[in-house]
């Protein structure tokens, strides 16, 4: 039992030595907009709201989209809390349009991040080049 004591004691010693790393705003906003764009029918939304001109209704995508109007209802919600779309509410109408200062933000990052990926040598070797796919709905 001693023994185990002395382990836990020197383990939550190394712990606290080891620094782990912090988060730059740009990877936590990178992250929010990564996940806000992780389902096919967030990204359709924004394809369709940074071509138009104008706003949509959400009672419009309800017509175009295959899922129901509780399920767009929380897709429009992560894009909302991604800050990529802003809503104005009209009872019982909701209104909803791009936030173009926020879509250009996030496409800068992203470009950022994916040109900063490019130039970093490569550093592992994968042992089958296959690519994994997942069958969506």
């Known amino acids: 039992m001693k023994s185990f004591r002395n382990f836990a004691k020197y383990k939550n010693i ?11 705003q740009e ?6 907009v990564a996940k806000a764009l ?6 359709y939304i924004l394809q369709k709201l940074s071509k138009m001109n104008s706003c949509c209704y959400s009672g419009d995508l309800v017509d175009e989209l ?3 109007r509780s399920t767009l209802s929380q897709h429009l919600k992560e894009l909302k809390y991604a800050g990529l779309i802003q809503g ?4 019982p109408y909701i209104k909803y349009c791009i936030n173009k200062k926020n879509w250009e933000e ?7 991040f994916l040109n900063e990926s ?3 040598e ?16």
Not at 106 to 112: D, E, G, H, I, N
């Open 118 to 120: 490019e130039t970093e």
């Open 88 to 91: 104005e509410i009209n009872p």
């Open 27 to 32: 990877v936590l906003k990178l992250s929010i």
């Open 106 to 112: 996030a496409k800068q990052l992203f470009t950022s």
């Open 14 to 24: 190394f712990n606290s030595m080891i620094r782990k790393p912090q988060f730059t």
């Open 66 to 68: 295959p899922v129901g």
């Open 38 to 43: 992780s389902h096919p029918v967030r990204i």
């Open 122 to 137: 490569e550093t592992c070797e994968l042992l089958d080049n296959s690519v994994i796919t997942r069958k969506t709905n």
